[in-house]
């Protein structure tokens, strides 16, 4: 068995015949991208919104079919989002407005084309939910690794949708997971900010911010503003 080479994105054919990462009979042009923390309160709406908010300052507009939520194993359902939070996002121009925290469904997983997790421990609860989740579930900072991998020459370019780019982008990180492995075990958790002062919520933050800058380059192909 020979690794795949670096930069692989997926192959042409498959453009022709997209296939849905989750099950048949749900729509076909949207992405869904689900976050998933504990409580739901914290980590994961933090991931929610910037997610949300780096997409719209890439686009101009959230993105043709994309929708991002987020969910808790252990949710506090009809919460609000921690104060703390709320702070972190404001420090980074994102909305936090109108969130409500809620407890991870297996309609959540079944719904979702990609999900995100905060620890390896939330990634192991969503696969064993079932629902032929184990491909398009990762930890946030596993799946940021994975994507700095992949040629973005070999995905879609956005105007054949961002949904197709979404879904090549999905595929590629997936077949390159058991060669790029992560440093150590820590490397793809986001810890739990739950109770810390505003520093460590911040410090969370920016972790947050560094992960997902270079997913939503990669999903939008446009890179941040400088």
């Not at 719904?111 to 064993?128: G, K, P």
């Not at 994507?147 to 949904?163: H, Q, R, Y």
């Not at 933050?205 to 992960?211: C, L, M, S, V």
């Amino acid at each position: 068995m020979t690794a795949p080479d670096a930069g692989r994105g997926i192959g042409n054919g498959e453009r022709a015949a997209e296939i849905t990462t989750t099950f048949v009979g749900l729509p076909r042009d949207t992405f869904r991208i689900l976050h998933v923390s504990t409580g739901n309160v914290c980590r994961s709406p933090i991931t929610e919104r910037l997610t949300r908010h780096f997409v719209t300052q890439r686009l101009g507009v959230l993105g043709g079919g994309l929708i991002v939520e987020s969910a808790g194993t252990w949710g506090h359902e009809g919460a609000p989002m921690e104060s703390h939070a709320e702070t972190v996002l404001g420090d980074f121009g994102a909305d936090a407005s109108g969130f409500v925290g809620r407890e991870l469904l297996d309609e959540h997983v079944i719904r979702a084309d990609l999900v995100l997790t905060a620890t390896r421990d939330h990634r192991a609860q969503v696969i064993s939910m079932g629902h032929s989740a184990g491909l398009r579930t990762f930890t946030l900072k596993e799946f940021t690794r994975l994507v700095k991998a992949i040629d973005p020459t070999t995905l879609p370019p956005l105007d054949e949708g961002l949904v197709m780019r979404a879904r090549a982008l999905v595929r590629a990180a997936a077949a390159l997971r058991g060669w790029l492995l992560a440093p150590t075990a820590e490397a793809d958790e986001v810890y739990d900010p739950y109770g810390a002062p505003l520093t460590f919520f911040r410090s969370i933050g920016d972790e947050i911010h560094q992960a997902l800058d270079p997913v939503v380059t990669a999903l939008t192909g446009v890179p941040a503003r400088a």
